[in-house]
């Protein structure tokens, strides 16, 4: 079992930039999840999907940020434009089942270290 | 409001010593809660899931107790070891919904 896999692991980019992350989750998980964690806040939960469909974003920030799920096996998070605020380490992650009540751990990638300057 | 906090930020202790680490929330009504691990440069790692009937679970030498009543959960490390240096999160769900709401974590750090 390769994990959930992101890229790039490192990204430098000029405010104003697109940006464009990458994660692929495990095989068989139907559900996605993108995360955001900075020192202060910790981890924030952006925007999960289940089989592909997005089922919330309230926590994408603004317009600037948006994702997709084309298919089971790759999902794509993109800022345009970036800001400096945005600098932070984004975590992509999958589970097989997904609530509450689930006793399913939520399997993370090694995330994407963002920095916009 | 649903809140979790954690204590102490940072702590700092020797090799082969215990520790423990504290949880409070006041996420309500609550179904479960997790420990994670985080390793620098990594994503957290699963350590531990208790649901409101269980008041202990563990984990080779990590321990995790759950007080459903004071809403307190603590992590407790034994015979540290270096590879214990991390942070660790601690993540509560609320019962019919989605919401995860995460701690911001306890700085672990094992010196030799």
């Known amino acids: 079992d390769a994990g959930v896999i992101q890229s790039p692991r490192h990204e430098v980019t000029e405010m104003g930039q697109e940006v464009t992350l990458r994660c692929k989750p495990i095989s068989g998980h139907d559900y996605l999840f993108w995360y955001r964690q900075t020192m202060m806040r910790g981890l924030e939960l952006l925007i999960y999907?289940?089989?592909?469909?997005?089922?919330?974003d309230s926590g994408m920030p603004e317009d600037r940020f948006s994702a997709k799920m084309p298919n089971a096996s790759f999902s794509t998070l993109k800022i345009q434009p970036s800001e400096p605020r945005d600098s932070a380490v984004y975590f992509c992650?999958?589970?097989?089942?997904?609530?509450?009540?689930?006793?399913?751990?939520?399997?993370f990638g090694d995330g994407t270290r963002l920095s916009i300057l | 409001k649903n809140q979790v906090e954690q204590s102490p930020q940072s702590l700092i202790i020797l090799e082969g010593k215990n520790c423990t680490l504290q949880c409070n929330y006041t996420v309500s009504p609550f179904s479960n809660l997790r420990w994670y691990k985080q390793d620098t440069g990594r994503g957290p790692v699963s350590l531990t899931i208790m649901t409101f009937s269980e008041n202990t679970k563990s984990n080779g030498r990590y321990t995790a107790t759950l007080d459903a009543d004071t809403k307190q959960s603590s992590l407790h490390i034994t015979a540290s070891q270096l590879s214990d240096s991390a942070s660790y999160i601690c993540?509560?769900?609320?019962?019919?919904?989605?919401?995860?709401?995460f701690g911001t974590g306890t700085r672990l750090k094992v010196l030799a």
């Open positions: 993540v509560v769900s609320v019962v019919g919904t989605y919401k995860y709401i």
């Open positions: 992650a999958s589970t097989r089942y997904f609530s509450s009540e689930s006793n399913q751990p939520q399997h």
């Open positions: 999907f289940n089989n592909n469909v997005p089922i919330d």
